[in-house]
């Protein structure tokens, strides 16, 4: 299946004007699968962030991703 993968982060305090990016068409077995082809692709290599390095920033980049099929 062929997914259109977009991102998109509003965070208080940013006015309105939310960070969106279009990544295109991606082929994949499923939106899942297709944001996790994204986010390997933005940070092949995962940094850690915040107390003790507890948080992943792929993770918080994939939590941002949406995935749609395209017909």
Known sequence: MKFNVR?????????????????????????????????MREYPTDIMYGPNEAYSTRQFFLDCLSANPVP
């Open 7 to 39: 991102y998109f982060y509003l965070a208080t305090g940013m006015e309105g004007s939310a960070d969106e990016r279009d990544f295109g068409i991606v082929e994949a077995e499923s939106a899942d699968d297709a944001k996790d082809i994204i986010a």
